[in-house]
T-cell receptor, first 113, second 115 residues
Framework: DQQVKQNSPSLSVQEGRISILNCDYT??????FLWYKKYPAEGPTFLIS?????DKNEDGRFTVFLNKSAKHLSLHIVPSQPGDSAVYFC????????????FGSGTKLNVKP | EAQVTQNPRYLITVTGKKLTVTCSQN?????MSWYRQDPGLGLRQIYY???????DKGDVPEGYKVSRKEKRNFPLILESPSPNQTSLYFC??????????????FGPGTRLTVL
């Protein structure tokens, strides 16, 4: 059973608007969360991360929010740009073993010009 | 240029024919890992290595072997490939093993088809 879930396989947003990508997890021992972005025919690249001691982390147009009680995190992209069109993976790792990563199934974002 | 390289990028093979996918990083990273990506399942970790001669199983290790004889290389070995190992494979590395905050650098992927 997947411990990290991205329930929206795809999302379409107009350029300039906000994109919100969601991620849920089941394991309360997860301590660190990451978002990766993947373009076709390339490997994933790290985007932004958040530790469980925080509820928000910002990096330019990208903000990740963490709600530990709901076991939910979200990635906000404001404003969205056509170059943001990619697959976004949510990932988590836990205090018991920081060497093991658990990924969601990905959300394909399409930003329309 | 700092990078993770994988070879081959594409491979079509037949059931039971042993194959090796190579992975190399030039960043002196301690940690290396292999993933497979399948539709609807995302990336699943196969094996990882914390340093030379230190490896451990990820979530889906069955049917795979790895070795870490040198810090820069982490080959993935399929002794007897089967069609259910048809997938997109990624190698990744990061500076420190066991770090709570370290992120990973991924290779470009190897698309494997087993007939």
């Amino acid at each position: 059973d997947q411990q990290v879930k991205q329930n929206s396989p795809s999302l379409s947003v107009q350029e300039g608007r906000i994109s919100i990508l969601n991620c849920d997890y089941t394991n309360s021992m997860f301590d660190y969360f990451l978002w990766y972005k993947k373009y076709p025919a390339e490997g994933p690249t790290f985007l932004i991360s958040i530790s469980s001691i925080k509820d928000k982390n910002e990096d330019g147009r990208f903000t990740v929010f963490l709600n530990k009680s709901a076991k939910h995190l979200s990635l906000h992209i404001v404003p969205s740009q056509p170059g943001d069109s990619a697959v976004y993976f949510c990932a988590a790792k836990g205090v018991y073993n920081f060497n093991k990563f658990y990924f969601g199934s990905g959300t394909k974002l399409n930003v329309k010009p | 240029e700092a990078q993770v390289t994988q070879n081959p990028r594409y491979l079509i093979t037949v059931t039971g024919k042993k194959l090796t996918v190579t992975c190399s990083q030039n960043m002196n990273h301690e940690y290396m890992s292999w993933y497979r990506q399948d539709p609807g399942l995302g990336l699943r970790q196969i094996y990882y290595s914390m340093n030379v001669e230190v490896t451990d199983k990820g979530d889906v290790p069955e049917g795979y072997k790895v070795s870490r004889k040198e810090k820069r290389n982490f080959p993935l070995i399929l002794e007897s490939p089967s069609p259910n190992q048809t997938s997109l494979y990624f190698c990744a590395s990061s500076f420190l093993a066991g770090s709570s905050t370290d992120t990973q650098y991924f290779g470009p992927g190897t698309r494997l088809t087993v007939l």
